[in-house]
Nanobody, 122 residues
Framework: QVQLVESGGGLVQAGGSLRLSCAASGRTFITYYTGWFRQAPGKEREFVAA????????YYADSVQGRFTVSRDNANNTVYLQMNSLKPEDTAVYYCAVGSFRSDYGPAYAYWGQGTQVTVSS
């Protein structure tokens, strides 16, 4: 089992920044990829970004490319999502998840956190 806890969400004005954290515990050695997803009210969950446990492979959704950066601190079993130039359409609950292979498909990830709310005001 892997336990994931997200933090860092909040309310920010458009153009602002937030950094989300995803702290992992348990069988973290199986966490090859950590992904970030988000779900806005009335919308389907969508992929945001992902990173390999080595940090050497990162990829992003087109909607956040150039604005968001995913990174990790393996010593502390934590993955970060730095979000800059936030837009109102970035408003959503953000979830981190871990899985065994590279994917932007939610069901490919076996373990999920509880989510953290990000609200961007215009």
């Amino acid at each position: 089992q892997v336990q994931l806890v997200e933090s860092g969400g909040g309310l920010v004005q458009a153009g602002g920044s937030l950094r989300l954290s995803c702290a992992a515990s348990g069988r973290t050695f199986i966490t090859y990829y950590t992904g970030w997803f988000r779900q806005a009210p009335g919308k389907e969950r969508e992929f945001v970004a992902a990173i390999h446990r080595s940090g050497g492979d990162t990829y992003y959704a087109d909607s956040v490319q150039g604005r968001f950066t995913v990174s990790r601190d393996n010593a502390n079993n934590t993955v970060y999502l730095q979000m800059n130039s936030l837009k109102p359409e970035d408003t959503a609950v953000y979830y981190c998840a871990v899985g065994s292979f590279r994917s932007d498909y939610g069901p490919a990830y076996a373990y999920w956190g509880q989510g953290t709310q990000v609200t961007v005001s215009s």
